[in-house]
Each structure stands twice: as C-alpha cells, then as structure tokens.
Nanobody
Framework: VQLQASGGGLVQAGGSLRLSCASS????????VGWFRQAPGKEREFVAS????????YYTDSVTGRFTISRDIAKNVVYLQMNSLKPEDTAVYYC????????????????????WGKGTLVTVSS
C-alpha cells in the first residue's frame, strides 16, 4: 500500500493550492482519509478528514471555511483545496488512511492512522 501526496508549492498569502492524495493498494471508498500537517519544530496536527462513505467531512478550526476536502471515486484521489492561505499554513502536508467500523468516522488523531504517504511542502509567503 502506498499513498502519495502532491500539489504543494510556494504561494503568496491569500492564494490557493490544491493538494492531491493518490493511492496504490487502497480504495478510498473502503477507508477514511485525513490530511495532516507538520510545521518546523511543531508536532504533526490534524487538518481535515473525510469519512469512508464520503458523507462526512471534518476540519480543524483554523482551516474551517478556507479548506475543503473532497474525493473523486473514479480516480481514487482525495483532494484538499486550500484557499485564502496564510503564512501559518506553511508546513509539510501528509495524507493518511485508516479504517474504522463506523462509515461516518473521520480521523483526527495522527496516531490512529494506518497508512501514511510522503508529504508535500506548502510554503505561504507573506
């Protein structure tokens, strides 16, 4: 199983980026997917997640209203649309997947994730 995050880059404050998470070996309709980020010197933190059935999305407070998580079932890709980016959003962003019996479950704890991809760096300049 492999997860691959992509789409990071350098953007000015107020700009937008869309991150993608693709997988080989996992079908995203069979697991919940989360986006997490880690800034230099800080712990990895939850950003957003989407439930296994795709019906529920969850966000950390600091990105609510600016970020949107979604998925394309046909392409087996999960996206994180990031708008109105701020310098404090600068971090390495990771996608991760896990399974729980509740189809509406959306992960928030990095420790509860089963599979991780390599991160993609997002840098927001002021």
């Amino acid at each position: 199983v492999q997860l691959q995050a992509s789409g990071g880059g350098l953007v000015q404050a107020g700009g937008s980026l869309r991150l993608s998470c693709a997988s080989s070996g996992l079908t995203f309709t069979n697991c919940a997917v989360g986006w997490f980020r880690q800034a230099p010197g800080k712990e990895r933190e939850f950003v957003a997640s989407i439930s296994r059935n795709g019906h529920r999305t969850y966000y950390t407070d600091s990105v609510t209203g600016r970020f949107t998580i979604s998925r394309d079932i046909a392409k087996n890709v999960v996206y994180l649309q990031m708008n109105s980016l701020k310098p404090e959003d600068t971090a390495v962003y990771y996608c991760a997947a896990a399974w729980q019996s509740s189809a509406n479950w959306g992960p928030r704890d990095p420790g509860g994730m089963r599979y991780w991809g390599k991160g993609t760096l997002v840098t927001v300049s002021s």
